[in-house]
């Protein structure tokens, strides 16, 4: 994995009566300002710990939050690029360190605030950590750590398969390639819960389908069937189910896949460790998908 660094001199004029404590300050501020129009980065990859204040905080399902922190100012962005995540930390009492791993949803060009979806589990230290905190605590953060670096138009197609909490990375893809307007690449988003009231980030990704019915193609799957989603497909992601609805294995087309462990096994065979993404293996092998087409978040 490899780090991110945002800092760029910018260019200046000084007068020749201008002291060199001026001159200085001119260089200290050029570092903060990587361009003259360019937000400053929170984030540098400088492995250094930002403790961020938690300023709202709302529920999306009985065991999932979004909650939204504040950058050290207004006019800083986090200094992310898609996909990457930050590693946040907190100290338990007996004075032991708890690291994990999020994605952030918001932005990247956001400025003053950073956003993330998690999803307590009943014997997630961090999330129920996370989960206790009240407005105006803070948590540690220090990244980004890149995952996977997007370049516009570096495929023709992406199919992204994802379950539970694992939507973030995949909705990281999804945001970035629908919002910039050179961008051409087709988007097929699989994405399983186990209710409908457990599919995060729904609004923010039917808002998105609907604006791009010709390069974005969004299904549900559900446990059991649901009123409230009438036209998601009912069951497992399946490889039959994927044969038919996406492009087979290419060059120009490449699958993303993130959700818990069932999902890996299931679809794609799980990484051997965070560096080593092992073999494919499951559904998408028997598809003729190679590990060359293939990303486990």
């Excluded at 001159?23 to 937000?39: D, I, Q």
């Excluded at 504040?70 to 907190?90: F, N, R």
């Excluded at 973030?168 to 307007?181: A, G, N, V």
């Excluded at 690449?185 to 998105?208: M, P, R």
Aim: charged share 20%; with cysteine.
């Amino acid at each position: 994995m490899s780090l991110i660094s945002r800092l760029t001199s910018s260019k200046f004029i000084v007068p020749v009566a201008v002291g060199t404590a001026a001159v200085a300050a001119t260089l200290a501020f050029s570092t903060l300002r990587p361009l003259a129009n360019e937000p400053a980065a929170a984030f540098k990859g400088d492995d250094q710990w930002i403790d961020l204040k938690l300023i709202k905080y709302e529920d999306l399902s009985h065991d999932s939050r979004k909650f939204t922190f504040a950058l050290p100012s207004e006019d800083v962005k986090s200094g992310l690029v898609t996909a990457s995540i930050l590693l946040a930390k907190y100290v338990t009492p007996k004075g032991s360190n708890v690291v994990r791993p999020y994605t952030p949803v918001s932005d990247p060009e956001q400025t003053g605030t950073i956003e993330f979806v998690i999803k307590k589990y009943p014997t997630g230290k961090f999330g129920n950590h996370i989960f206790g905190l009240k407005e105006n605590d803070t948590v540690s953060f220090k990244g980004p750590i890149i995952k996977w670096k997007w370049t516009p138009n570096q495929f023709k197609s992406v199919t992204l398969i994802g379950g539970g909490s694992g939507i973030t990375p995949l909705y990281q893809l999804l945001h970035q390639i629908t919002k910039d307007p050179q961008e051409k690449t087709k988007v097929n988003l699989v994405y399983g819960s186990k209710t409908a009231e457990d599919t995060l980030l729904k609004k923010e990704i039917d808002e998105i389908a609907a604006k791009f019915p010709d390069r974005v193609n969004v299904t549900y799957f559900l446990d059991e069937a649901s009123p409230s989603a009438p036209n998601a497909q009912v069951g497992y992601i399946t490889k039959e189910w994927l044969a038919k609805n996406i492009p087979g294995p290419s060059a120009d087309h490449h699958v993303y896949v993130c959700g818990p462990p069932p999902l890996y096994e299931a679809i794609s065979g799980n990484k051997v460790s965070p560096s080593d993404q092992g073999e494919v293996t499951g559904a998408l092998k028997e598809l003729g998908f190679t590990k060359e087409e293939v990303f486990k978040f």
